[in-house]
């Protein structure tokens, strides 16, 4: 490895630290004395002319690793295949939450803000491409020290310090577990490689020692998820945030995670990787040892989906604020997700057969691909409803239920945007929300896993029946309901643009799904 | 070209949407001429389709990985719903000429329901189905809570928390289905032929039929219907009644009977005299024959009797259904057509003609009002409209419930004889609600007759008058001359009785 | 005139002629008068186009939907014909004592025309569906005729009737239906040859298994309650009473006669091994209406409700007759042949002559309502032959027929049925006489405290019948002589049909 391979493959993250530091300059140095808006304008034009040039350096990237060491010691990052395409997604969130920014009023510090998202995008970057412990831990704790800072930002909020405080609290331990968990793993295996850790367990089989390493793992990735149960800081911080500071939370700090699980499963227990032909171990020693191993991690991943998919969703029901309704739904929603990194033949003993060969594991590709499919598009619709939620704030002062009465009559377009969206989150065609659940279910019921996947996708699918409660509630108030105040809602040209625009995406990717897909199926 | 139902309903929903608020002129004219349209094209497709057997409008790859085409096709099964949704969409649009109250956005819900109706009854591909069967879910929802009466919003709920559940648990049988065929395509005609194992077709039989049959009003599913027909605006009872109920009796038999015919076969063993799922719902259905009948005739509320008058007739559907054989189902594809149109009528008497000028459905209100000579038009309406839904011979239901019985006879003679008990209180339950709403016998007062030349009933505008004349004249029509439908069924079902989307 | 579809003319007659009259305001009457007229004229030419043997003609016959085994297919043979006739008569006199409709006339003949064409749809159609839809429709114009002109207790009359009828036909349909799915056929030219070969109990069997004594039993509902047999009855006195005086003309002179027909064309073809089976319970049920009938008329005070429930009793001598013809025939056993030809041919003759008697009966009550301001009791009157003997001889004619005085149409029938009946059944016939002598005391009764007796205050002044009404009443009446004094006017016609029916019947 040298430093020119360093640089191409961090390309992305370098391009936003640059950005970083240009908005820095221009908004601390030359426009110290100007307008709020004109600064803003200016901040967020330039951070989100840093994700476009970062955007396009990730396409240019092909598939390639970059590796520590000559040969054996496995890769530090990844670039290409879903890398890319998850990058791809983080940036285009970070570029819409940064155009959310118009016409905040929650802090002065315009620069600083653009800087710390920038900075925690480039940490979710690096989140995607990690291939190595360490690198894993660094990207994640850029991303989350980046979180909690976002979510103090508003100073005159009460409710913004205390979500920031629980949120760093509970952030800090959790980090401290993964790092303690990723620290057995190093012992037991003497790599941080995650092919390599996933190669030399295989060998040496399992042990009480690993898998006290991997829930401690899961609670610190749980955490960064929401997952039930490490979901207790969720609710608070997506009330308490600014709102461009929790659209941030929602959707590319979820992205990243979850490219990170991906990650995580492709490499330990979907596939038998690593060099399989070394060593002189035969190819059935291996696998032989691969199933004793490593698709038991995936029944704690199924237990956590089970438990997010009902108390999110049950939660969610008794909700009067908004936020915290989009809270709930969103724990309910990575249930549903988890639930296709979880799902494995091995429950039905099918993985066991003799039968071994590599063909015989491609099907998880497609599940992956569908993870992926449902997280980008999941994120771009919460971008959408938190910024219908901050202008509904904005004009009415809270983000209560009742705030929503009559929107249809004070601005017909934001009402149009919400129902898109929300009849989305529900899952309703031809919305992308139900092509993503639908296209998840199936990968996931067309691995054959038996009846323990197959009860879960029934009850996902029950719960999504439950969520068109409180989402028709929020609905029910902005259409169906005497208005308290009829006075129009003011939203800045430039937002409703951006909203409509991720309507229209919604819209257009529901009734063409493929129109994604296809990217994400090409790796 | 039927396709084009379809298109022009959610053009027409769109452009409603889109017109300036607080004309209403215009928003009606639209709906009309796009319901009208929509009618036309109906009308044209079954005439065109006359001898044809199924044909294929449309094939597009939509996600070529998982084997789901945009793929629309007409048998003689969809035409004539298409035709039946045509009527119910321009008698709709007619009965709601008088909506003031956000009259754009009225009929643009009322137009995307439409589109999603027609959607659902032309598609041949699984996936397409539900994407239609879905989206007419939200339309409903917003038409009775935004313009409905009674405890609307606790009954727009309640639809549409039921409507979903029932699709949830068709998605369910969706994924299964697509899974254990081998995840190669979501054509309905596909999946017939992918020959699931029995044991699959044993659990997914009954779970797609129940998620179906929710929408269809089965017992002990049927609650949100009275409620919802109740809540809903007339025009929006009209199509809960006349369409979207054979939404769920359609799916029934298009998917669960079409994909999962060995759902059907008995079980080898029994419990309580029920041997198998066809037992068991025949048995569902004639207790909600019966038990809607029964309910019907104790009622207070108008709205309410023909509210379960709709769960009896549907019970009808079901036990069609499930008789298998050639007669008793084309009975159950005639009667979903005919209740249809004479659902339609009943609300549209009941809901636009007689409670926009009395503001009253109690029937002892009614009573007081000797609307026999203060509104003769709706008196005769609803005898002829109660004729035909009595069953009494020369209109649609008479034929329709006669094959159902013929079928039942095949089937299980005492179904006959249970259904038969349902007909005699359909009668009873009828003819009490025609005399205490229109022709009762409560003496004048001499108060009475003052009040009512103080506040004189509005007259009867051209659009009832109009509404009407169409729906009792269809009926009239098939009850008379039922070839003209016949014809275009039976080859459909002996089709579908083959083997299943052919 | 081969090629006019007569049958069809007929039953359209009436329908454009209730169209007009329902936008005809004050002329309706006029209009109804005309096409009651037309409509008479077309049955008498109908009546003279028979077939010499007896069998079905005038046929019409178009598929309509042959998958359900429905066809246009209509033909009358004697007994249809007649039926026509009486129908069309009968009409022809509820339209003419329907002289002061005040409250919509245009509805109310529309209605009765409507109904008139139900009977004739129901008496001219040979196939199940075309039947039933003529029998089940024919009620919706009587019910809003007795509901909207009747009496002051109409609208449970209206009711009960209504609904009570429609209980009966569900049964009637469903058992039929069976016969359907065992035949593929709803004609009843097609099963009434299938059942005199027994085929069709085999077929009933093989497809349904030995259902066929329930479907006889639910047919038999159906017009058990029509007829009405006792004790199904309990609709009629109600119905008859509360009804306008010109609609119970109609009730009780053609559409009774529904009931009766059908269990002629449909019962006893089909059904005939069953019935023949329960033969001993349905003449009970046979004779119980004789003579339940005539008691109960003896105990009214209401004249209407006298002449119901003896309408009940004439109708119970059809039965009588219908159900004791039904024992397993020979060939050679002529005496046997002969006594049920004579019942048969006394059953369709009463039919016809109480239809015409009980008709010209109601019309009577209806002028002594109308001129005495609605009193209609038995006791109301006394002494009219005085102030009106026209009136008092013309109804006494028509009193006498009712008992069965012979040289009056009410004997022949009740002769015919009695000698039949009698070597059939002797017992039935012996209880049966009981009716006749009650009978005769109520119409003694009727005419002693009618037309003899003092007169009472309220019946000074009593105007006897005007010339209009005697032009209207003086043909029933003639008829009713002729028929009394020359009965072969009729059973030339008939005898043929009763003897092709005995011969296609199988017990």
Known sequence: MNYADLFRVTLPETVLEIAVLLVLVVDLGFLRKAALNVRLAAAAALGVAGCVVSLAAVQLEGVSWLRFGAGGDGALLATGGFTSVAQSGILVLTALTLVLLFDSLFTRHIGEFVAVVLMAAAGGLLIAAAQDLLVIFIGLELLSLGLYILTAFAKSSGKSAEAAMKYYLFGGMSAAFLLFGFSYLYGLTGTTNLALIQYRMTLSGPSPLFYVAWILVVAGLGFKIAVVPFHLWAPDTYEGAPAPAAAFIASVSKVASFALLITLAMNWWLRPGGDLAADGHTLEQLLRGYYRTWPQLAIVLLVASAASMVVGNLAALAQSSVRRLLAYSAIAHVGYILLGLAAHPVFTGQGTAVAFNADSFFPELHTMGAVLFYVLTYALTTVGAFGVVAVVERSTGTDKLDSFLGLHKRNPLLAAVLLVLFLSLAGIPPLVGFWAKFNLFAAVLSLHGGAIPFSLVCLAIAMSAVSLFYYLQVLKRAYVMQPVSESRIEVHPITTLVLLAIAAAVVLVGCFPTLLGARIEGF | ?502 | ?507
């Not at chain 2, 080898?268 to 068991?280: K, M, N, Q």
């Not at chain 3, 069309?88 to 509805?107: E, F, N, Y």
Request: proline share 5%.
């Open chain 3, 1 to 507: 005139m081969s090629g006019l579809p007569v049958l069809t003319l007929l039953t359209l007659v009436p329908l454009i002629g209730a169209a007009i009259a329902l936008f005809s305001g004050k002329h309706a009457r006029g209009v109804a008068i005309l096409t009651t007229g037309a409509s008479v004229a077309l049955a008498l030419l109908i009546w003279t186009q028979l077939p010499a043997n007896g069998s079905i003609g005038l046929v019409e016959l178009h598929p309509w939907a042959p998958s359900l085994g429905i066809d246009y297919h209509l033909g009358v043979d004697g007994l249809g014909a007649l039926m026509l006739v009486l129908s069309a008569i009968v009409t022809l006199m509820s339209v003419d004592a329907a002289h002061r409709v005040h409250h919509q006339p245009g509805l109310y003949f529309a209605l009765v025309l409507t109904l008139e064409a139900g009977l004739f749809g129901s008496f001219t159609a040979l196939n199940f569906f075309h039947w039933f839809l003529f029998w089940e429709l024919s009620l919706i114009p009587a019910f809003f005729l007795i509901k909207l002109w009747g009496g002051a207790r109409r609208g449970p009359a209206a009711t009960q009737f209504f609904v009570y009828t429609m209980a009966g036909s569900v049964a009637l349909l469903i058992a039929f239906l069976a016969v359907f799915v065992a035949t593929h056929s709803m004609d009843f030219a097609q099963l009434t040859a299938l059942a005199s070969t027994g085929a069709l109990e085999q077929l009933v069997t093989a497809h349904l298994g030995p259902v066929m004594p329930w479907l006889a039993i639910g047919v038999l509902a159906g017009f058990a309650v029509k007829v009405p047999i006792f004790p199904f009855h309990t609709w009629l006195p109600a119905a008859y009473s509360e009804a306008p005086s010109p609609v119970t003309m109609l009730l009780t002179g053609a559409m009774s006669k529904m009931g009766v027909y059908g269990l002629l064309r449909i019962a006893l073809p089909l059904f005939g091994p069953q019935i023949a089976a329960m033969r001993t319970p349905l003449l009970v049920l046979a004779v119980a209406t004789v003579v339940m009938g005539a008691w109960a008329s003896a105990a009214q005070k209401d004249l209407k409700r006298v002449f119901a429930y003896s309408s009940i009793n004439h109708l119970g001598y059809c039965l009588l007759g219908i159900f004791a013809i039904a024992v397993p025939m020979n060939a050679w056993d002529t005496a046997q042949a002969a006594s049920q030809a004579a019942a048969l041919n006394g059953v369709i003759l009463q039919m016809f002559n109480h239809g015409i008697t009980a008709a010209a009966l109601f019309w009577f009550v209806a002028l002594l309502q109308q001129r005495t301001g609605g009193h209609r009791g038995i006791d109301d009157f006394g002494g009219l032959r005085k102030p009106a003997p026209v009136f008092a001889g013309l109804m006494g004619i028509a009193l006498f027929s009712s008992l069965g005085l012979p040289g009056l149409n009410g004997f022949v029938g009740e002769f015919l049925i009695f000698r039949g009946v009698f070597s059939l059944s002797w017992i039935a016939s012996t209880v049966s006489i009981l009716g006749l002598l009650v009978t005769a005391a109520v119409i003694l009764t009727v005419i002693q405290k009618v037309f003899a007796g003092p007169l009472p205050a309220h019946c000074e002044g009593f105007p006897d019948l005007h010339t209009g009404e005697r032009l209207a009443l003086a043909p029933v009446i003639a008829l009713m002589l002729l028929i009394g004094l020359l009965p072969q006017l009729i059973v030339n016609s008939v005898n043929p049909t009763v003897q092709y029916l005995l011969a296609h019947w199988r017990f």
């Open chain 2, 1 to 502: 070209m039927l396709a084009w139902t379809i298109y022009l309903s959610f053009a027409g929903a769109l452009l409603e949407a889109l017109l300036p608020k607080g004309k209403s002129a215009p928003a009606r004219w639209m709906a009309l001429a796009v319901a009208v349209a929509g009618l036309a094209i109906g009308v044209a497709g079954f005439a065109a389709g006359i001898g044809q057997g199924r044909v294929t409008l449309i094939d597009l790859p939509w996600v070529p990985a998982m084997g789901i085409h945009y793929l629309l096709a007409a048998d003689g099964i969809s035409r004539v719903l298409v035709l039946l949704t045509g009527l119910a969409a321009v008698a709709g649009v007619l009965f709601s000429w008088n909506i003031e109250l956000r009259t754009n956005e009225f009929f643009a819900f009322f137009l995307a329901l439409i589109g999603g109706v027609y959607g659902v009854f032309l598609s041949f591909d699984l996936f397409l189905l539900f994407v239609f069967y879905e989206i007419a879910i939200v339309p409903k929802y917003f038409l009775i809570a935004i313009w409905g009466s009674t405890r609307r919003e606790y009954a727009a709920m309640k639809l549409a928390l039921y409507s979903f559940v029932g699709s949830a648990m068709v998605l369910i049988g969706l994924l299964a289905a697509y899974a254990a065929s081998g995840s190669q395509s979501t054509g309905l005609v596909a999946l017939a032929h992918a020959h699931l194992p029995v044991s699959s077709q044993m659990w997914l039989f009954p779970l797609v039929f129940v998620g179906f049959g929710i929408l269809a009003g089965m017992w002990p599913f049927h609650t949100w219907a009275p409620t919802g027909h109740v809540a809903a605006p007339t025009a929006a009872s009209m199509l809960l009644a006349g369409v979207v109920m054979k939404l769920g009796a359609y799916g029934c038999l298009r998917v669960a009977i079409g994909l999962f015919p060995h759902g059907l076969d008995p079980w080898g063993f029994s419990i309580i005299g029920l041997a198998s799922w066809r037992d068991v719902f025949a048995l569902l259905a004639i207790i909600g024959i019966v038990y809607g009948a029964l309910v019907a005739l104790a009622q207070t509320d108008f709205k309410f009797v023909i509210g379960y008058s709709s769960v009896s007739h549907m019970g009808f559907v079901l036990l069609g259904l499930v008789t298998l054989n050639q007669i008793g189902m084309t009975g159950a594809v005639l009667q979903m057509f005919s209740h249809g149109i004479i659902a339609g009528l009943l609300f549209a008497i009941v809901g636009r003609i007689v409670y926009e000028r009395t503001h009253t459905r109690q029937l002892a209100e009614l009573e007081t009002m000797h609307l026999s000579r203060r509104l003769p038009f709706a008196s005769w309406a609803f005898v002829i409209a109660g004729i035909a839904s009595m069953g009494l011979p020369g209109f649609s239901g008479f034929v329709a419930e006669l094959q159902v019985l013929i079928g039942a006879w095949i089937a299980k003679p005492w179904w006959t004889l249970a259904a038969g008990v349902g007909i005699v209180v359909g009668v009873a339950y009828t003819w009490r609600a025609l005399q205490k709403a229109f022709f009762s016998d409560t003496p004048q007062t001499a108060h009475g007759l003052e009040q009512e030349h103080a506040h004189p009933f509005a007259a009867i505008t051209w659009p009832e008058v109009t509404g009407t004349v169409l729906l009792a004249g269809v009926s009239l029509v098939v009850g008379l001359y039922p070839r003209i439908l016949l014809d275009t069924i039976e080859p459909a079902v002996r089709a579908l009785l083959a083997g299943g989307g052919q």
